[in-house]
T-cell receptor
Framework: NAGVMQNPRHLVRRRGQEARLRCSPMKGHSHVYWYRQLPEEGLKFMVYLQKENIIDESGMPKERFSAEFPKEGPSILRIQQVVRGDSAAYFC??????????????FGPGTRLTVT | AQSVTQLDSQVPVFEEAPVELRCNYSSSVSVYLFWYVQYPNQGLQLLLKYLSGSTLVESINGFEAEFNKSQTSFHLRKPSVHISDTAEYFCAVRSSSGGYNKLIFGAGTRLAVHP
């Protein structure tokens, strides 16, 4: 049973370009969370999605950031017109639909974004 | 609102010595508590969790944590550490109401085990 998949693992973008980060949840999981980890800091919640719905985006910056989780395919975190301050590790997590384990979140390996 | 405080950013310790990583939280509602471990350049792995029942929870690799509601703490302990325990450890909380909720993380504690 494959874990949470994220790609790419490393992404380099120049200021002003777009960054697109992908996350495939574990099989059977329909709940996806995105977190950002700045250097020397803990993870900060960004957004929680279910299939085709954004449930909680209270941690998303108001501009340039968007997320989706379509009916088919991976969840996408998109950052438009990147700036140096967007450089961070972005982690995706998923949780199952039922049972006690629905309180647990399983994390992917992360995408490390570097903006030059 | 919920918050998590990990009191030590770094903890150096010698191999086979005991260790305690401290975690305190604040919340106006009941919470679930978690410890995650992150090895260099990897994602987070769930180490152990407290949802309900016994306040002492254990992991398969010798770590344990105790939920103390009166002190709002969830400290992580291991009686004898190994070099392979060197990693960053994150304490996290989430509301126990509702089925799906975001995790609130502490800033992390870097455990460095020396020979």
């Amino acid at each position: 049973n494959a874990g949470v998949m994220q790609n790419p693992r490393h992404l380099v973008r120049r200021r002003g370009q777009e960054a697109r980060l992908r996350c495939s949840p574990m099989k059977g999981h329909s709940h996806v969370y995105w977190y950002r980890q700045l250097p020397e800091e803990g993870l900060k919640f960004m957004v929680y999605l279910q299939k085709e719905n954004i449930i909680d985006e209270s941690g998303m910056p108001k501009e340039r950031f968007s997320a989706e989780f379509p009916k088919e395919g991976p969840s996408i975190l998109r950052i438009q017109q990147v700036v140096r301050g967007d450089s961070a590790a972005y982690f995706c997590a998923s949780s199952p639909d039922q049972g006690l384990r629905r309180y647990e979140q399983y994390f992917g390996p992360g995408t490390r974004l570097t903006v030059t | 609102a919920q918050s998590v405080t990990q009191l030590d950013s770094q903890v150096p310790v010698f191999e086979e010595a005991p260790v305690e990583l401290r975690c305190n939280y604040s919340s106006s509602v009941s919470v679930y508590l978690f410890w995650y471990v992150q090895y260099p350049n990897q994602g987070l792995q769930l180490l152990l969790k407290y949802l309900s029942g016994s306040t002492l929870v254990e992991s398969i690799n010798g770590f344990e944590a105790e939920f103390n509601k009166s002190q709002t703490s969830f400290h992580l302990r291991k009686p004898s550490v190994h070099i392979s325990d060197t990693a960053e450890y994150f304490c996290a909380v989430r509301s126990s109401s509702g089925g799906y909720n975001k995790l609130i993380f502490g800033a992390g504690t870097r455990l460095a085990v020396h020979p």
